[in-house]
Structures are given as structure tokens and as C-alpha cells.
């Protein structure tokens, strides 16, 4: 298990395009086992390369139906529409409300580079939404509607416990 470096809002290569994968190399495929490992120790739910600092299109998502990696991702379709929190590992303590499609159609390649499709609902869909917009210099931050606001989650823990 090897985890990376999570880069964090005002890091310039958060806000780069990243490079489409042409081969699956030895180094590649490492990645994607560092990004999976650093999500899981994160506590995410998403993580796209740029946010451990390497411009490659590369994305994995676990929404808790086991790990998903996406390789040159894009969006075929999206439709409807959802509204709620998000958050991020590249801003930590911090959420804002975000609009997404309640419902995404994307092509991928996989860690084999083979090619699927896969279609997914809200949290995956917003999960889908969020990390692609990684791959294009983009961050959640951009889209919240009204304030960010600070979160805690060890007092959500404290909750729990006292139930």
C-alpha cells in the first residue's frame, strides 16, 4: 500500500488539463493502486490524478460497491437534476450545496484499457460529475451555490457514539 500526497485548493496543477493515458504501463497501473489506497485512507468517495499531482486522466470511485476505474473518461448523457452537499479531498473541512445531472451515461477505458460504458444515479452520478471536472482544471468550488461552510466530522463520530 503506498498512499500520495493529496494537493489541496490553490495548487496550480489542480486548475491544469490532464493528458489522455495512450498505454497502460507498469507506472499507470501503480498509480491507480496509490490513488485507490490514498481514497480509502481519505475517507473519500472519489479521487482523480491530479489531486496526488499527476496530470493524467485517470479517476476511481468507490460508493461503497467496491472500487471503479476510469481511464480517458467522458460523459455520453446526463439528465435530470440533484441538489445537495459536496465536499472534497483537494478542500478538506469545507462543503457547498452543487446542482448535478441525478443521472450520467459514461465511457471509460478500464485498468486494462478496455473499453465499458457505465450509467449511474445520484451519488455516483454527482461522484462521476465531481472527479471528471478534476480531469479539466476544475473544482467543485466553482459550482456552489451561496457559501462554502466548514464541516466537522469528528463531532458527526461523537453523534453516532451517544446513539
Given at each position: 500500500m503506498a498512499l500520495r500526497n493529496i494537493r489541496y485548493e490553490g495548487d496550480s496543477v489542480l486548475y491544469k488539463t490532464s493528458k489522455e493515458v495512450k498505454?497502460?504501463?507498469?507506472?499507470?497501473?501503480?498509480?491507480?493502486?496509490?490513488?485507490?489506497?490514498?481514497?480509502?485512507?481519505?475517507?473519500?468517495?472519489?479521487?482523480?490524478?491530479?489531486?496526488?499531482?499527476?496530470?493524467?486522466?485517470?479517476?476511481?470511485?468507490?460508493v461503497g460497491e467496491g472500487p471503479k476505474v476510469f481511464v480517458n473518461?467522458?460523459?455520453?448523457?446526463?439528465?435530470?437534476?440533484?441538489?445537495?452537499?459536496?465536499?472534497?479531498?483537494?478542500?478538506?473541512?469545507?462543503?457547498?450545496?452543487?446542482?448535478?445531472?441525478?443521472?450520467?451515461?459514461?465511457?471509460?477505458?478500464?485498468?486494462?484499457?478496455q473499453p465499458f460504458e457505465i450509467e449511474g444515479t445520484e451519488l455516483f452520478a454527482r461522484a462521476m460529475c465531481h472527479e471528471f471536472d478534476h480531469l479539466d482544471g476544475h473544482l467543485y468550488v466553482e459550482k456552489v451555490e451561496g457559501e462554502l461552510h466548514d464541516v466537522s466530522y469528528e463531532s458527526d463520530d461523537e453523534e453516532y457514539e451517544e446513539e
Amino acid at each position: 500500500m503506498a498512499l500520495r500526497n493529496i494537493r489541496y485548493e490553490g495548487d496550480s496543477v489542480l486548475y491544469k488539463t490532464s493528458k489522455e493515458v495512450k498505454e497502460m504501463t507498469p507506472r499507470i497501473k501503480q498509480l491507480i493502486e496509490d490513488m485507490i489506497d490514498t481514497m480509502y485512507e481519505a475517507n473519500g468517495v472519489g479521487l482523480a490524478a491530479p489531486q496526488v499531482g499527476v496530470l493524467r486522466r485517470i479517476v476511481v470511485i468507490d460508493v461503497g460497491e467496491g472500487p471503479k476505474v476510469f481511464v480517458n473518461p467522458r460523459i455520453l448523457e446526463a439528465s435530470g437534476e440533484q441538489t445537495g452537499e459536496e465536499g472534497c479531498l483537494s478542500v478538506p473541512g469545507k462543503s457547498g450545496v452543487v446542482t448535478r445531472p441525478n443521472y450520467v451515461k459514461a465511457a471509460a477505458l478500464d485498468e486494462n484499457m478496455q473499453p465499458f460504458e457505465i450509467e449511474g444515479t445520484e451519488l455516483f452520478a454527482r461522484a462521476m460529475c465531481h472527479e471528471f471536472d478534476h480531469l479539466d482544471g476544475h473544482l467543485y468550488v466553482e459550482k456552489v451555490e451561496g457559501e462554502l461552510h466548514d464541516v466537522s466530522y469528528e463531532s458527526d463520530d461523537e453523534e453516532y457514539e451517544e446513539e
